[in-house]
């Protein structure tokens, strides 16, 4: 039997189609520290594309970013203004810190640009509802970055739930993280409030968020109360350093409870540092089965290991743990070229702002009912 029929059964399926490089795509880069490196290599990888701007605040910043990925010929600004008001570009990849993923967003759509922002899609749900006006109107494409979403495991949980074997799905418990992982290796603008504006409840929060709603069908969230803490953050003790320490204006552990329409709840926790190993897996209660993803401490690639769904059979209760897939290339090259696809041949978004603006409602939901104290109404304009 030949090696083909033998791997007939493996997807070798590329997600992007064919690459045009006839047709070129002017990219430009905000933000140049280090996921900016990520879009980089990626965007160069792409036979069509070229990277012919870059702007970061820190004087210099963007120069050595360049000269450090091989980027030749990059026209250098001082801030994402400048940079939009002087190219004519197709596309821009946000990568700033979270506090000016919507001004840089919303000033690229203004000029007719498509962006692909960073995860999380911003901070506050008013600015996730601004950045999807501006879409709107432009009638470019926005995508955030979620490059989970074209993990081969993360799809089999949607495959799971869309197959029906769970039945009426009426409870989701998610979130995860980390006992240690406080993320300060590049500097402080994950920890100090001026730059991230939420801490765990964003940076990882919104992965786990997004693998669950992602797979549920995005259902609208009608109430929170929220829970975050700092205790970890702002000790010493548990820092680099006592600088850091003392700059750690975010959360490092949030919590939530959450009513999403159709009748669903959703319990959520989320932790950079913790005295436990994990706040536990994912779990998916349907009325005819059950789905438990195992917990991951960094959610932004693949699930913690085989998914196993709980069902009965002949009256017994029985378990399938289903076998984990492989994956077909690198999340983070389909995610950018899944967004110039989109932009090149008229595709749906790939991580659509629809969708996201619920993820960022919980997010900015469990921030405020935290600081309230009490239970609150998520209201989501109309847009
Ligand atoms: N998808 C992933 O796996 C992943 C991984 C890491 C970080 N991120 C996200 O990427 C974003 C950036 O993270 P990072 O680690 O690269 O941060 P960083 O602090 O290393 O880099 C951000 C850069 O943006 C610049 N900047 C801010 N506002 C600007 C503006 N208006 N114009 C031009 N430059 C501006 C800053 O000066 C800084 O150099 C965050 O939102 C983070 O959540 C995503």
């Known amino acids: 039997m030949s090696d083909k029929i033998l791997d007939a059964f493996m997807d070798k399926k590329t997600e992007g189609v064919k690459v045009d490089a006839e047709k070129r795509l002017k990219v430009g880069i905000i933000g140049t520290g280090w996921i900016a490196e ?35 010929g990059v026209r250098l600004y001082p801030s994402h203004k400048e940079l939009l008001d002087s190219e004519e570009l197709d596309a821009v990849s946000v990568c700033t810190y979270n506090k000016t993923h919507a001004e840089c967003t919303i000033y690229a759509l203004e000029k007719g640009v498509n962006v692909l922002v960073e995860k999380p899609m911003c901070v506050t749900l008013d600015e996730a509802a601004d950045m999807r006006r501006a879409e709107k109107k ?19 949980v ?75 953050g702002k000790n010493p003790k548990y820092m680099d350093c006592t600088e850091y320490a003392a700059k750690f204006g975010v959360d490092d552990f949030a919590a939530g409870f959450i009513r999403l329409e159709g009748g669903i709840v959703l319990d959520f926790r989320i932790s950079w540092a913790m005295h436990l190993d994990t706040p536990g897996d994912s779990l998916i209660l349907g009325k005819d ?19 196993v769904i709980y069902h009965d059979m002949a009256g017994e209760c029985v378990e399938t743990v289903l076998p984990e897939a492989k ?10 070229r899944s967004f110039l696809d989109a932009i090149k041949n008229g595709l749906p978004t790939p991580v ?22 009490r239970e609150i109404e998520i209201v989501i304009p109309e847009i």
């Open 38 to 72: 990520a879009h980089a290599s990626r965007y160069k990888e792409c036979p069509d594309v070229d990277i012919v701007a870059a702007a970061d605040l820190v004087p210099g910043k963007a120069a050595a970013f360049c000269e450090a990925n091989g980027l030749d």
């Open 327 to 336: 994956n077909d290339g690198d999340n983070f090259y389909k995610k950018i």
């Open 289 to 307: 089965a059950g789905l438990r993803i195992p917990s991951t401490g960094c959610w932004n690639g693949s699930i913690g290991g085989p998914l």
């Open 138 to 156: 432009s009638g470019k494409i926005l995508s955030i970055g979620f490059q989970p979403r074209f993990d081969q495991n993360m799809k089999m």
């Open 158 to 232: 949607k495959k799971v739930v869309e197959s029906g074997t769970l039945g009426e799905v009426y409870y989701v418990q998610t979130g995860g993280g980390r006992r240690r992982g406080i993320p300060t290796p590049f500097g402080t603008s994950f920890i100090e409030e001026k730059t991230a504006g939420l801490g765990a409840l964003a940076d990882i929060g919104c992965y786990s968020l997004d693998m669950v709603l992602n797979a549920i069908g995005y259902p609208k969230p009608l109430t929170v109360t929220g829970y975050v803490s700092d205790f970890f």
């Open 352 to 373: 659509p702002s629809s969708q996201i603006i619920y993820n960022q409602a919980i997010l900015d939901g469990i921030a405020r009912s935290a600081k309230l104290g």
